[in-house]
């Protein structure tokens, strides 16, 4: 373990100036889920453990001007029982019920998990597809960024060392409907091997629009945009989503590792691509 002291700050403001002073030495602390872990691997060797668990500023789920706003210390268990997101955008409560198992989503937050960078990072894709932003802050100011351009490589983002995210924000969905897969090696906590989210715009199976995203599948969470530009204005049928999905396999530069071949991954991609399609077009599998 390393050498580590702990600060709690009361206020946004207090947060800011403290990461002005401290930097990347400030580790924040919410459900602690990523960063606990990091500790004991000695993978974080030092610092400050900012606590934010109780700070107001970064609470809170709500509708404002067209868009739903989560607070970046909004835990997973509570934004699937949000009335907001039960309201909505339903989808996100159902993927996030995917997420790891109950004591971690009582412990982890969204902007944790997008922060964590991870290729396979589970929340990623669905919110690309919801064209989520960030809400960056710090004491010279806010800024916001779309997440897809946030992540730079595996653990890797352009979150400046003085800044934290204060909220994650997506407009709400007038039309359409979603699908998100997770193949994972076993269930509860698992690891994805890949996933794929997809929102449609879509009359009687006729492509207004789509967006596609995908993890696991390349350094950083992806969306498929030559994929996506192969559904739109297609009639689909089941075989139709089959042939088209294949064009996913050309978008992407999976890995070998402990959990899959590249190979692997790459064939799977698209069937869990076509599976996601069907499944927000309410086709039965």
């Not at 001007?65 to 159902?94: C, H, N, Q, T, Y």
């Not at 879509?202 to 696991?216: C, F, P, Q, T, W």
Request: net charge negative; aromatic share 6%; glycine share 8%.
């Amino acid at each position: 373990m390393g050498d580590f002291r702990f600060f709690r700050p009361t206020a946004l403001e207090e947060l800011l100036d403290f990461k002005a002073k401290e930097g990347s030495k400030a580790r924040i602390l919410d459900g602690g889920s990523n960063v606990l872990v990091y500790i004991k691997e000695g993978t974080i060797p030092g610092g400050t453990l900012v606590d934010v668990k109780f700070l107001e500023a970064i609470k809170g789920i709500e509708v404002r001007e067209g868009r739903v706003e989560i607070g970046a210390g909004e835990l997973i268990a509570d934004i699937m029982e949000s009335p907001v997101i039960k309201k909505e955008i339903p989808f996100l409560r159902d993927v996030l019920q995917k997420f790891a198992n109950p004591l971690v989503r009582n412990m982890a937050t969204l902007a944790g998990n997008i922060a964590d960078s991870s290729p396979i990072g589970d929340t990623i894709p669905p919110l690309l597809v919801l064209e989520a932003q960030l809400v960056l802050a710090s004491a010279k100011g806010q800024r916001v960024i779309p997440l897809e351009e946030f992540f730079t490589g595996p653990g890797k983002n352009v979150l400046e060392p003085e800044e934290v995210i204060l909220k994650v924000q997506f407009p709400v969905p007038v039309q359409g409907s979603g699908g998100h897969i997770k193949l994972g090696l076993r269930k509860g906590t698992s690891c994805s091997v890949a996933s794929v989210a997809v929102w449609i715009v879509a009359e009687k199976n006729s492509v207004e629009d789509i967006r596609i995203a995908l993890g696991g599948v390349a350094p950083t969470p992806i969306r498929a945009r030559k994929t996506e530009s192969s559904f739109k204005a297609q009639s689909l049928d089941w075989d139709r989503i089959s042939a088209l999905s294949e064009t996913v396999a050309e978008e992407i530069s999976p890995i070998t590792d402990v959990r899959g071949s590249a190979e692997y991954r790459r064939q799977v991609s698209v069937s869990l691509l076509a599976k996601a399609v069907r499944q927000a077009l309410g086709m039965e599998e």
